[in-house]
């Protein structure tokens, strides 16, 4: 197995802080004085630009991926380049019509024949500060976003994925004019100064540590932000699911564990089982992974991928041996290459290790529940608002009928549910993408990114001529106008 480098620096060339003022100033007199952003077409060029830059170089991506964290090139090609290059397309297809300006309907009588419209300008100069674990599609989809709707781009990638960021950011580099789109590299020193400069919106995606400085920051200068955060999101196997179904939800449930070593945001974060499925539910789980996705399991496997730090590494290892629960299968680590084997823990509770915070990691706890109100109870009790919730059932999908899923969905506000499986809805090019509460806010993705990076201007075209119909509103005010 290859083992990622200790030192980010080794691999990637840090920006020098004093440069930082001078790249976002110079793409700010770009969107100030050339303007040449604002042209659709202009935008689409810079589009498929991207486009193409991105689809000669998958190779290259997957490879610089498998170096920074021995990523399964399949979790790469899969679960990010085809979802973000899905999401180019569309965004180029569309652009016209999202770019047209809406007529503002239900107008009064005396303003029904003005033209009234929302137009969606560009907001300017934009900030994307991106995670490692999807950093090529969380970046993406954000950039292209940002660029449709006709903003300049400053980006910075995690440096947590060195490989990944060198190669993805010359790429973008190469397909974008340089004075609409700058790079900065680096850790918190970088970001900070970065920060101290203005923009006009704010993207962050990671932990909420950081969402939280980032915020703060961005208050001292009014500069709207988007928190894209991560959160304990459930999965429920309810008391209507049929024992056929069971190997089906456990497959799903180990995938959306597992995948990307459970670096995934909406991850199944932990498993509430309903104690008449319990016993079946955790002998498919263990099938699955032991004999299904990941037989003989070594750290070499090219369908599993590994952590991203020695912190990662060791905060997991601890959460694993100071767990009260049951191990079911896996516990195997290997600090030299930062592989943990697809752990789960069975019997665990909500005051265990593993269920503190948010896991980011292949350790899937399973609790059980009894009653469904009182499982609620304790879900909003310790993580409410997760970004996403997973309820599997064997009656109907339906929330209208059936009343376990309504009373569920009902009670938990998450960013996004799926019923019966995970994380797909990620890949939905105009669905919104986003948190609510701890898990963040504002949302992302297809037309919702344009949206995000745009500002919705109400025009309204007045005609001089016509003082006439609109006359009672000026002074000297008499009943008989207020009667008008
Ligand atoms: P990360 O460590 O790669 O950090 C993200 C960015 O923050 C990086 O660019 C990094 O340089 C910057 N950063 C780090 N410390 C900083 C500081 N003190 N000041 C300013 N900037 C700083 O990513 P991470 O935080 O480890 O990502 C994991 C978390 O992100 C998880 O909680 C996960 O759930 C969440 N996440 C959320 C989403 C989503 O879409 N909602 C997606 C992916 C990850």
New binding site residues.
């Given amino acids: 197995s290859k083992t990622p480098p200790t030192c980010n620096r080794d691999v990637l060339q840090y920006t020098p802080l004093d440069e930082i003022p001078i790249g976002v100033k110079k793409l700010k007199d770009t969107f100030h004085k050339s303007q040449k952003t604002h042209s659709i077409q202009y935008r689409l060029n810079q589009l498929r630009n991207v486009y193409f830059k991105i689809k000669d170089n998958i190779d290259n991506i997957t490879e610089s991926l498998e170096k920074d964290f021995h990523r399964a090139p399949s979790e790469t090609q899969n679960l990010e380049v085809v979802v973000g290059l899905n999401e180019i397309v569309h965004t180029m297809s569309s652009l016209h019509k999202w770019t047209k300006p809406e007529p503002v309907s239900g107008l009064p009588l005396a303003l029904s024949t003005n033209p009234i419209y929302i137009e969606r300008i560009p907001v300017g100069v934009v900030l994307i ?6 950093p090529f599609l ?1 970046s993406f989809s954000a950039i292209i976003g940002a660029i449709a709707a006709g903003n300049v781009v400053v980006f ?5 994925a060195p490989n990944f960021a060198n190669l993805f950011s010359k790429l973008l580099q190469e397909a974008l004019d340089d004075d609409i789109f700058y790079v900065i590299h680096g ?2 020193d970088e ?2 100064k970065a ?1 101290e400069q203005k923009y006009d919106k704010i993207m962050y ?4 540590f ?1 969402g939280t ?2 915020a703060k920051k961005a208050a001292e200068t009014l500069t709207p932000v988007i928190l ?4 304990k999101s459930p999965a429920f196997v309810i008391s209507d699911v049929k024992d056929k179904d069971i190997p089906t939800i456990a497959r799903r449930i180990v995938w959306g564990r597992f995948v990307n070593a459970g670096q995934t ?1 909406v991850a199944v974060d932990y498993v509430l089982v309903h104690d008449s499925i319990h016993d079946k539910l955790v002998a498919a789980i263990k099938k699955v992974i032991e004999e299904e996705f990941y037989p003989n399991l070594k750290d070499s496997s090219e369908s599993y991928t590994h952590l991203i730090h020695d912190r990662a590494f060791d905060n997991l290892s601890t959460i694993i041996k100071t767990s009260k629960g049951k191990l079911i299968t896996g516990g195997e680590t290997n600090k030299s290459s930062r592989f943990i084997s697809p752990t789960v823990i069975d019997n665990v509770d909500w005051n265990d290790s593993t269920m503190k915070q ?1 896991i ?1 990691g292949p350790i899937l706890p399973i609790l059980t529940y009894s009653n469904l109100q009182s499982a609620l109870e304790d879900v909003i009790s310790h993580h409410d608002t997760p ?1 996403a919730q997973y309820i599997f059932t064997g009656g109907s999908a339906n929330r209208h009928s059936n009343a376990q899923i309504n009373s569920i969905v009902t009670a938990i506000r998450s960013g996004a549910t799926m019923i019966n499986d995970v994380i797909l809805h990620v890949g939905l090019v105009n669905a919104p993408f986003g ?1 609510i509460g701890s ?2 806010y504002g949302n992302y993705h297809g037309i919702y990114s344009f949206r995000a990076f745009s500002h919705e201007r109400t025009t309204f075209e007045q005609k001089l001529w016509n003082d006439v119909a609109l006359k009672a509103r000026y002074p000297p005010y008499t009943e008989k106008k207020d009667k008008l």
Avoid: A, H, M, R
């Fill in positions: 500060i991106s995670p490692f674990n999807y969380l910075k990638p995690s440096e947590l850790g918190v970001t900070t920060l995606t990671g932990n909420n950081v400085i980032i894209e955060l991560g959160g945001c948010e980011f970004l948190g898990s963040g």
